[in-house]
């Protein structure tokens, strides 16, 4: 291979990547299909009915509930869970602020679990260690679009008699075991902003098996109104809950989006797959682990690039774009618990609520508290593949990878 790009080298890529098309003349027409109708509220109107029932479908649940964005899913599944101020909640330190912010929200404490090196999941065993008696729930994110594990997750949920939350916002028609991630815990969280497999621009979907949960998510989407009962000569609050509702846009859109999503994984899967057999043997740089009987609809690509072998992640990251790769640093870059927001405590004022909470206990958000998370962030390139990609484009990575690799100093 030639000289690096970045040092005067031919690149590898010239050309730009397949820009992601995703959408089409199908939302056009489902949109002017509901602008015409001259409803966009979702109570009166097809579109956003239309689509979760076909979500409902897909994923062989009873209960689906739009909202405006996988935050707002979130917040959905917590306040569906009707927890008490200063009750606990683990998660994931890599993640969207999305995952988390709903848990203050709710005024609940977020915990800390660290992850797994290899899948960048979290780890069961330190999410059991990391268990009060005020923990009540557990929110597993599906990372980069491949399961956790959830035979191990109902085992620590059904010990300590927890709930079991699935973001599956990376993670569409991802399966573990034969079983569809987000119907395998209590609830299942998704998001469909516009990077996502199925997307709208920005909305989200809350689902359940569970006859109360899903009655109570409907009611928590809407102020806590009943939409079940005559409301011509009243309202009904039940108790008190945000507006996340869908409107008929993105309803629109999502009916259309719905009917490709099997090809967007499918297609993901494939390519993201074939990369990593492609990378397998290259010193230095990590692939991610892909668990046995396990979907990885790869979201994104998480390379992992190994400082015990004297590589260096950021010069590493600037070799690759040099050579025409679509790649970055780490995502979200470093875990949520060490941005200011959760390791001040800057919530509700100056008065640092929930943490300072008679109901809870004062949780500390420190470096070092997740190890394995802190390597990942400090370690991990980012590459960015659709599924518009080609086998070729795929091949052109690789050379950049095994390129970047061998001719990079090392430290």
């Not at 005020?134 to 010990?159: D, Y």
Request: net charge negative.
């Amino acid at each position: 291979m030639s000289k690096l790009a970045i040092d005067g080298g031919k690149p590898v890529r010239s050309s730009p990547f397949p820009r992601r098309m995703a959408y089409g003349l199908e939302e056009a027409q489902q949109v002017i299909e509901a602008l015409n109708s001259q409803d966009l509220f979702f109570a009166t109107g097809k579109k956003v009915y239309r689509f979760l029932s076909e979500f409902k479908e897909l994923y062989g649940v009873k209960h689906a509930t739009a909202s405006t964005s996988g935050t707002s899913a979130i917040h959905v599944a917590l306040g569906a869970l009707n927890l008490e101020p200063g009750d606990e909640v683990i998660t994931t330190p890599i993640s969207d602020m999305g995952t988390v912010a709903p848990i203050l929200l709710q005024n609940c404490i977020p915990v800390f679990a660290d992850v797994e090196l290899g899948t960048c999941n979290l780890d069961p065993n330190d999410v059991e260690r990391k268990i009060t008696e005020r923990t009540r729930a557990i929110i597993v994110v599906h990372c980069w679009g491949q399961p956790a594990n959830m035979e191990r997750f109902l085992e620590i949920s059904k010990k300590y008699n927890l709930r079991l939350i699935e973001d599956c916002a990376q993670a569409h028609l991802a399966r573990y075991k034969g079983r569809l991630a987000g119907t395998i815990g209590d609830m299942g969280a998704f998001s469909l902003q516009q990077s996502k497999h199925m997307t709208c621009g920005d909305g989200g979907i809350t689902i359940t098996n569970d006859e109360e949960l899903g009655k109570r998510a409907d009611l928590f989407v809407d102020k806590g109104c009943d939409w079940t009962e005559d409301r011509r000569y009243r309202l009904k609050y039940s108790f008190l809950a945000p507006c996340y509702r869908m409107t008929e846009l993105q309803g629109a859109v999502l009916i259309a989006q719905i009917k490709k999503l099997r090809w967007v994984v499918e297609r993901r899967q494939k390519l993201g797959d074939r990369l990593t057999e492609l990378l397998k043997d290259v010193d230095g740089v990590h692939p991610p682990e892909r668990a046995k009987d396990v979907d990885h609809r790869y979201w994104g690509y998480p390379l992992r690039i190994d400082r015990e072998k004297g590589l260096s992640r950021d010069r590493f990251v600037e070799a690759l774009s040099a050579e025409g790769i679509p790649a970055g640093t780490a995502w979200p870059g470093k875990p949520l618990y060490l941005y200011d927001m959760l390791r001040n405590h800057i919530t509700y004022g100056t008065s640092g609520y929930p943490f300072t909470a008679k109901e809870g206990r004062m949780v500390e958000y420190h470096e070092g508290l997740c190890p394995n998370a802190e390597r990942v962030e400090e370690e991990m390139c980012t590459i960015w593949i659709n599924e518009f990609y080609s086998e070729s484009d795929i091949d052109d990575i690789s050379e950049a990878v095994h390129k970047v690799a061998l001719h990079l100093p090392r430290r």
